[in-house]
């Protein structure tokens, strides 16, 4: 079975300073993708999913970038964090790239981002 | 378009009452339904899932019906346990390898 791995688990950062978030998967293949933000008090907002190396699409506009430089790494950057990059950001991956509409995504164990 | 609604949290219970967490959904097509949880301090886990109408999905004494005339998929368990603590997601997916989750509801068990 898979496995998700995150890290840093948890980050305090400055405004403006950049960051990369690591996701590592372990046990699947040619796996889907995802990074979701968990804000405080609020439900999980898609940001990015992927379908292959290089593969990135982007469901909401804002100063975070995604890239996947190999089948089972995906990073989550940013140039210039703003306060409200705060949250907890989940990397999920489903393991079943066929587009079955009940595909389960299986959740790492999150990075706890505070932008002070 | 697609989208959940789940009730507002906090449920607050005793140990042993029995739990209802509402969801309903709005989907085009026959999407799958899910409920996750979330512990504190972790990610999610897959609590059960139905695939379609009808199906009933259970899991460590939860379960849910995929109920299509009234787009819902309750999250229901008979005696609730202190270690049941956590916030449930109710999800769908519509296809295209994504979910579409809910705001989440917070549940606390008291001894």
């Known amino acids: 079975s898979q496995t998700i791995h995150q890290w840093p688990a948890t980050l305090v950062q400055p405004v403006g300073s950049p960051l990369s978030l690591e996701c590592t998967v372990e046990?699947?293949?040619?796996?889907?993708l995802y990074w979701y933000r968990q804000a405080a008090g609020r439900g999980l907002q898609l940001l990015f999913y992927s379908v292959g190396i290089g593969q990135i699409s982007s469901e909401v506009p804002q100063n975070l970038s995604a890239s996947r430089p190999q089948d089972r790494q995906f990073i989550l950057s940013s140039k210039k964090l703003l306060l409200s990059d705060s949250g907890f950001y989940l990397c999920?991956?489903?393991?079943?790239?066929?587009?079955?509409?009940?595909?389960?995504?299986?959740f790492g164990p999150g990075t706890r981002l505070t932008v002070l | 378009g697609n989208s959940v609604t789940q009730m507002e949290g906090p449920v607050t219970l005793s140990e042993e009452a029995f739990l209802t967490i509402n969801c309903t959904y709005t989907a085009t097509g026959y999407p799958s339904l899910f409920w996750y949880v979330q512990y504190p301090g972790e990610g999610l886990q897959l609590l059960l899932k139905?695939?379609?109408?009808?199906d009933k999905g259970s899991n460590k004494g939860f379960e849910a019906t995929y109920r299509k005339e009234t787009t819902s998929f309750h999250l229901e368990k008979g005696s609730v346990q202190v270690s049941d603590s956590a916030v449930y997601f109710c999800?769908?997916?519509?296809?295209?390898?994504?979910?579409?989750f809910g705001t989440g509801t917070r549940l606390l068990v008291s001894p």
């Open positions: 999800a769908l997916s519509p296809g295209f390898q994504k979910l579409v």
């Open positions: 139905a695939t379609k109408a009808d």
């Open positions: 999920a991956c489903s393991p079943s790239p066929s587009g079955r509409a009940d595909n389960e995504q299986f």
């Open positions: 046990g699947t293949s040619n796996p889907n």
